[in-house]
């Protein structure tokens, strides 16, 4: 992948932690070959930083208050409309991450949103 335009859409994640399953909704969004994304989940929106894709390898950092205060770092492989990887928080073990792609109609929406 040499542009971000491959990664931009609406993304369903699960990740998998020591205390359950976390399910989150990343948006990445390709505007003239800058990335850029927001995280939704556990009643919050975060933006996304240090959003980078480097070949196939996606990156991206963001901070979460909500089921605790948390600084995570992404480091993902995507591959057409899957993705799987690790999240880690500080000196926690890393969690394993994977990801679908929404297409059609399912990408115009958010949980929690309205139509």
Not at 18 to 36: C, F, M, Q, R, Y
Not at 68 to 85: E, I, Q, S, W, Y
């Amino acid at each position: 992948m040499t542009t971000t335009e491959p990664v931009a859409g609406t993304w369903d994640l699960s990740i998998v932690t020591p205390i359950g399953k976390i399910a989150a909704v990343i948006e990445l969004h390709d505007g003239n070959g800058s990335l850029t994304g927001s995280a939704h989940g556990a009643g919050e929106q975060v933006p996304l930083d240090g959003l980078a894709l480097t070949g196939d390898r996606l990156t991206w950092k963001l901070a979460v208050t909500r089921p605790m205060r948390l600084n995570l770092a992404f480091d993902v492989t995507v591959t057409g409309d899957t993705l799987a990887g690790t999240s880690r928080a500080g000196r926690l073990p890393a969690s394993r991450v994977s990801g679908v792609r929404r297409t059609g109609r399912a990408a115009e929406t958010v949980p929690g949103s309205r139509p």
